[in-house]
T-cell receptor, first 115, second 113 residues
């Protein structure tokens, strides 16, 4: 069973609000990822990190930002939410050094609705 | 440009029969492939993987087949059980690249009791 947690699971907020989606893992994984998924669509990588103080933009452009101050914690922040940010956000982690993308362990997701 | 394609958005299979989910890819650099299963309101969970040095990998009721020349892989579930009803995502990566996974759009499998 994967030990990766996301909060909140569901969030409904108004336009212009600042939000932070939390993601924590207790597996000691160096690699962490944020994916965005809309219904019926593929998962799009928006941010990833290969370790503390390492953050990179993913394949899909996103107005969100991330930080990686501690190995276990990889929060995602939207400074000013808009309706176009409505989506499901999935956090994942994997072991580093495998030489493969390997198995990702996903959290349960945070479903964001911006009114 | 979608590099991993799952052309069947949904599939219904009778309980006990074989379920076959298909996936095509276009990037010839991909050499590692995975299948994930996702229940509603949960994150995806890893199911099975295959490296390009193999053409088949089996784990219990789940078998993945890889046809490199056709850039095609398939997931076979036999026998299908009601608990297999979920969305299945195909994913691919290049071990010589940045190791990131590229996902397909998913196929919703419904097992009919």
């Amino acid at each position: 069973e994967a030990d990766i947690y996301q909060t909140p699971r569901y969030l409904v907020i108004g336009t212009g609000k600042k939000i932070t989606l939390e993601c924590s893992q207790t597996m000691g994984h160096d690699k962490m990822y944020w994916y965005q998924q809309d219904p019926g669509m593929e998962l799009h990588l928006i941010h990833y990190s290969y370790g503390v103080n390492s953050t990179e933009k993913g394949d899909l452009s996103s107005e969100s930002t991330v930080s990686r101050i501690r190995t276990e914690h990889f929060p995602l922040t939207l400074e000013s939410a808009r309706p176009s940010h409505t989506s499901q956000y999935l956090c994942a982690s994997s072991e580093a050094g495998q030489g493969l993308a390997g198995e990702l362990f996903f959290g349960e997701g945070s479903r964001l609705t911006v009114l | 440009d979608q590099q991993v394609k799952q052309n069947s958005p949904s599939l219904s299979v009778q309980e006990g029969r074989i379920s076959i989910l298909n996936c095509d890819y276009t990037n010839s650099m991909f050499d590692y492939f995975l299948w994930y299963k996702k229940y509603p309101a949960e994150g995806p969970t890893f199911l099975i993987s295959i490296s390009s040095i193999k053409d088949k990998n089996e784990d219990g009721r789940f078998t993945v087949f890889l046809n490199k020349s056709a850039k095609h892989l398939s997931l076979h579930i036999v026998p299908s059980q009601p608990g297999d009803s979920a969305v299945y995502f195909c994913a691919a990566s290049s071990t010589r690249g940045n190791e990131k996974l590229t996902f397909g759009t998913g196929t919703r499998l419904t097992i009919i009791p």
